[in-house]
């Protein structure tokens, strides 16, 4: 017999953006969806692929990380992309759920 423990559910309104932008000639389009569920990440959602990662803004300096997070291939565009993604998105500091509820 399966057993099923419900560790959370939780309904909330997020705050949606999506940006998209060229980079010598290659299209990157994402939705940033930014929550109260990722103890202050953002989930970032790649709409060619619908690949998702959650995205701590300070990784944004770290070009070799998003380079995997992104599976991208070259350096000077992932550079581009960060430097792109720290203008559009904005820094979030949200609570855990645990805490927000309270």
């Known amino acids: 017999m399966e ?3 419900e560790l959370y559910n939780v309904q ?3 705050d949606v953006q999506f940006i998209g932008v060229d980079i010598a ?3 990157y ?3 940033i969806i930014y929550s109260t569920m990722f103890f202050g990440k953002t989930l970032v959602v790649c709409l060619h692929t619908g690949r998702q990662l959650l995205l701590d803004y300070n990784t944004l300096d770290d ?3 998003l380079m995997e ?3 991208m291939v ?3 565009d992932t550079s581009i992309l960060a430097s792109y993604f720290k203008k559009a998105m904005k820094p979030y500091a949200a609570m855990p759920p645990s805490v927000a509820g309270q």
Request: glycine content about 4%; proline content about 0%.
């Open 3 to 5: 057993y099923c423990r």
């Open 12 to 14: 909330e309104k997020a």
């Open 25 to 27: 000639g290659d299209r």
């Open 29 to 31: 389009d994402y939705a």
């Open 63 to 65: 070009n070799k990380t």
């Open 69 to 71: 997070m992104f599976h």
């Open 74 to 76: 070259d350096e000077t």
